[in-house]
């Protein structure tokens, strides 16, 4: 059962070969047993899944079940679950018990999927290798001793390692295609404003995507419809139909447009992950697609902008924790700046803590102009980069990180840490998709192939995942930890 | 720009964050380096380029001026770390 897509789950429902609750039963277990050395869940809600898989059963016999009825999945815990503990990977918010659904949760419930818990991630989705969380750090289950990518690590690892069939995470500079990437499974970022933001607790708002990370790109394609839409809720979502994204799954890539940009294959990329990347286009020109270079000559720039933009915004976000109306409250405050100040001080964590200086500093008196209006300016640069370039090619293609997953505190640096997204953080700036799927392995550990493609092009870059998934197997692999697990 | 530790102490107090000497100064190497890395931005040539907010260059649409959520606040001070009679209770202000 842990092998199986959701495609081949939904099948095997329909067909009557198990039930919703059998399915849900041997997840349970699994994650019983294994999730221990993974830490990729911080919570497990066993009883709401157990009823939830029971009512999908009654809906099927009945003959009332939707395509995704009964189906199971996890969430990061950054969306907001009703009566369910939401913690954002942060102690701050180690006591929350949310009192209302994000909108993608609403809709997975009405879709009838169930989740079968809240994944493990960075704290408020600040990191790129899941080592920041108050919970500990996950383990990439290709090797325990190696991270599994930020901040949907959590995710990534419980899909890789066969505890769900699929997961939600969020992307705000590739949170979501580098664990995919590290855990060789397919991770789809979606154009901003696809997808709501309503109840997704925010980091920085003009960044943050919510999105489907699963074993295939037809399964993204599944879960990217039950979840994209307007939402009146979130002014930031756009009011645009929502295409049947499997419906596009089978057109030919004959005479596809492909650039590669120059600037993703020079220093810094390791030689097996561009060899790996270079011989994954090479099935894309057995199909008959055009391979050029490109340039995205602002490519360099995109991660000082970020790191002026989503501190600037995470440092207005987070001023919501302040101990009084939820989370964390310290002990015997003396006065309310007191109360204030201490409460954050022991909620939020060191990289948190980082990124609201950062953002305060950059934002305050005398700094604004020199840095957030001159990364903001820049933004528009790089994303008329991206416009230009699609004028000229269908898609890009390029690595989604620089390295392999690297090891669990090896990357002790923060400005280290934040080159390792050289690659996915000028997309959240332009606010395109963009979609990882396993392409290699360098020494044991998974290579991801990044897809991106212009605003609202998710069929397309879910149709070529596709077929590069029906061409080859790097999907299929399994890390030995899933295998001997069986 | 270089930064110094009184910098990191206006930072925190504007973020309301407490901040001792120690951590004040642990933070200053860090953060000088993170705005040296952003301090690249300043080769860039922006004249006359406008700034982006909004990924797809929207913007803020308009709703129509009705009430459009109930009251909920006994169900969201469920949540509060302390409540009386309806008010959200902290430190006394004025005296």
């Not at chain 1, 809709?107 to 079968?116: E, F, R, T, V, W």
């Not at chain 1, 997204?421 to 392409?439: E, M």
């Not at chain 2, 206006?10 to 301090?39: K, T």
């Given at each position: 059962?842990?092998?199986?897509?959701?495609?081949?789950?939904?099948?095997?429902?329909?067909?009557?070969?198990?039930?919703?609750?059998?399915?849900?039963?041997?997840?349970?277990?699994?994650?019983?047993?294994?999730?221990?050395?993974?830490?990729s869940?911080?919570?497990?809600?066993?009883?709401?899944?157990?009823?939830?898989?029971?009512?999908?059963?009654?809906?099927?016999?009945?003959?009332?079940?939707?395509?995704?009825?009964?189906?199971?999945?996890?969430?990061?815990?950054?969306?907001?679950?009703?009566?369910?503990?939401?913690?954002?990977?942060?102690?701050?918010?180690?006591?929350?018990?949310?009192p209302?659904?994000?909108?993608v949760?609403?809709?997975?419930?009405?879709?009838?999927?169930?989740?079968?818990?809240?994944?493990?991630?960075?704290?408020?989705?600040?990191?790129?290798?899941?080592?920041?969380?108050?919970?500990?750090p996950?383990?990439?289950?290709?090797?325990?001793?190696?991270?599994?990518?930020?901040?949907?690590?959590?995710?990534?690892?419980?899909?890789?390692?066969?505890?769900?069939?699929?997961?939600?995470?969020?992307?705000?500079?590739?949170?979501?295609?580098?664990?995919?990437?590290?855990?060789?499974?397919?991770?789809?970022?979606?154009?901003?404003g696809?997808?709501?933001?309503?109840?997704?607790?925010?980091?920085?708002?003009?960044?943050?995507?919510?999105?489907?990370?699963?074993?295939?790109?037809?399964?993204?394609?599944?879960?990217?419809?039950?979840?994209?839409?307007?939402?009146?809720?979130?002014?930031?979502?756009?009011?645009?139909?929502v295409?049947?994204?499997?419906?596009?799954?089978?057109?030919?890539?004959?005479?596809?447009?492909?650039?590669?940009?120059?600037?993703?294959?020079?220093?810094?990329?390791?030689?097996?992950?561009?060899?790996?990347?270079?011989?994954?286009?090479?099935?894309?020109?057995?199909?008959?697609?055009?391979?050029?270079?490109?340039?995205?000559?602002?490519?360099?720039?995109?991660?000082?902008?970020?790191?002026?933009?989503?501190?600037a915004?995470?440092?207005?976000?987070?001023?919501?924790?302040?101990?009084?109306?939820?989370?964390?409250?310290?002990?015997?405050?003396?006065?309310?700046?007191?109360?204030?100040?201490?409460?954050?001080?022991?909620?939020?964590?060191?990289?948190?803590?980082?990124?609201?200086?950062?953002?305060?500093?950059?934002?305050?008196?005398?700094?604004?102009d020199?840095?957030?209006?001159?990364?903001?300016?820049?933004?528009?640069?790089?994303?008329?980069?991206?416009?230009?370039?699609?004028?000229?090619?269908?898609?890009?293609?390029?690595?989604?990180?620089?390295?392999?997953?690297?090891?669990?505190?090896?990357?002790?640096?923060?400005?280290?840490?934040?080159?390792q997204?050289?690659?996915?953080?000028?997309?959240?700036?332009?606010?395109?998709?963009?979609?990882?799927?396993?392409?290699g392995?360098?020494?044991?550990?998974?290579?991801?192939?990044?897809?991106?493609?212009?605003?609202?092009?998710e069929?397309?870059?879910?149709n070529?995942?596709?077929?590069?998934?029906?061409?080859?197997?790097?999907?299929?692999?399994?890390?030995?930890?899933?295998?001997?697990?069986? | 720009?270089?930064?110094?530790?009184?910098?990191?102490?206006?930072?925190?107090?504007?973020?309301?964050?407490?901040?001792?000497?120690?951590?004040?100064?642990?933070?200053?190497?860090?953060?000088?380096?993170?705005?040296?890395?952003?301090?690249?931005?300043?080769?860039?040539?922006?004249?006359?380029?406008?700034?982006?907010?909004?990924?797809?260059?929207?913007?803020?649409?308009?709703?129509?001026?009705?009430?459009?959520?109930?009251?909920?606040?006994?169900?969201?001070?469920?949540?509060?770390?302390?409540?009386?009679?309806?008010?959200?209770?902290?430190?006394?202000?004025?005296?």
């Open positions: 059962m842990h092998d199986k897509t959701l495609t081949q789950l939904a099948a095997g429902l329909a067909a009557g070969d198990y039930s919703s609750r059998e399915i849900t039963q041997s997840l349970l277990s699994r994650i019983d047993r294994l999730d221990g050395e993974l830490n869940f911080i919570s497990v809600t066993r009883e709401h899944a157990l009823a939830a898989a029971s009512a999908a059963d009654d809906a099927r016999a009945k003959g009332n079940a939707g395509p995704l009825a009964g189906l199971p999945l996890a969430l990061k815990d950054i969306f907001c679950t009703q009566g369910i503990k939401t913690t954002a990977g942060s102690r701050m918010l180690d006591n929350f018990i949310a209302y659904n994000a909108t949760v609403d809709k997975l419930n009405a879709s009838g999927m169930i989740s079968l818990g809240k994944t493990n991630m960075d704290e408020f989705a600040m990191g790129s290798s899941n080592e920041n969380s108050y919970y500990g996950v383990k990439n289950p290709w090797d325990l001793s190696a991270v599994p990518g930020g901040s949907s690590g959590g995710s990534a690892a419980a899909v890789a390692a066969g505890l769900v069939p699929a997961a939600l995470g969020t992307d705000t500079g590739g949170s979501i295609r580098q664990p995919a990437a590290f855990c060789g499974i397919t991770g789809l970022k979606p154009t901003y696809r997808v709501s933001r309503y109840g997704m607790i925010a980091y920085a708002s003009s960044l943050d995507q919510a999105g489907p990370m699963a074993r295939t790109a037809e399964d993204c394609a599944l879960l990217l419809g039950a979840i994209a839409g307007h939402d009146v809720h979130d002014s930031t979502s756009v009011a645009r139909g295409p049947d994204y499997t419906a596009e799954l089978g057109e030919s890539l004959s005479g596809l447009k492909i650039g590669l940009p120059k600037e993703y294959f020079g220093d810094g990329l390791a030689p097996e992950v561009e060899a790996a990347v270079r011989e994954a286009v090479k099935v894309f020109e057995s199909f008959g697609a055009c391979v050029r270079e490109v340039s995205l000559p602002h490519t360099h720039y995109a991660i000082p902008a970020y790191y002026v933009i989503a501190p915004e995470a440092s207005s976000n987070l001023s919501r924790f302040d101990g009084v109306r939820f989370g964390h409250r310290c002990d015997n405050p003396t006065d309310l700046i007191d109360l204030y100040k201490r409460s954050r001080a022991e909620g939020f964590g060191d990289e948190v803590k980082r990124r609201i200086l950062i953002g305060t500093h950059t934002l305050s008196e005398g700094f604004f020199a840095y957030y209006k001159k990364a903001q300016q820049i933004r528009r640069l790089i994303r008329q980069d991206f416009l230009d370039a699609f004028e000229d090619v269908d898609v890009l293609m390029g690595p989604a990180s620089p390295t392999p997953a690297f090891d669990l505190g090896a990357n002790k640096d923060p400005v280290s840490m934040y080159l997204d050289i690659y996915t953080i000028a997309i959240n700036l332009a606010g395109i998709p963009g979609i990882s799927v396993p392409a392995l360098v020494g044991g550990r998974p290579v991801g192939l990044q897809i991106l493609g212009p605003h609202f092009a069929s397309q870059l879910l070529v995942a596709h077929q590069f998934q029906q061409a080859t197997d790097w999907h299929q692999r399994r890390p030995a930890f899933a295998e001997e697990n069986a | 720009m270089a930064l110094e530790q009184t910098d990191v102490q206006r930072a925190a107090h504007l973020a309301r964050l407490a901040l001792d000497d120690a951590d004040a100064a642990r933070y200053v190497d860090d953060l000088g380096r993170i705005l040296e890395m952003v301090d690249q931005l300043q080769a860039v040539d922006t004249q006359g380029v406008a700034p982006l907010a909004h990924p797809l260059d929207a913007t803020q649409r308009l709703r129509a001026d009705e009430v459009t959520e109930s009251d909920q606040r006994d169900h969201f001070q469920q949540g509060a770390p302390a409540v009386e009679n309806g008010l959200y209770l902290v430190p006394r202000v004025v005296e």
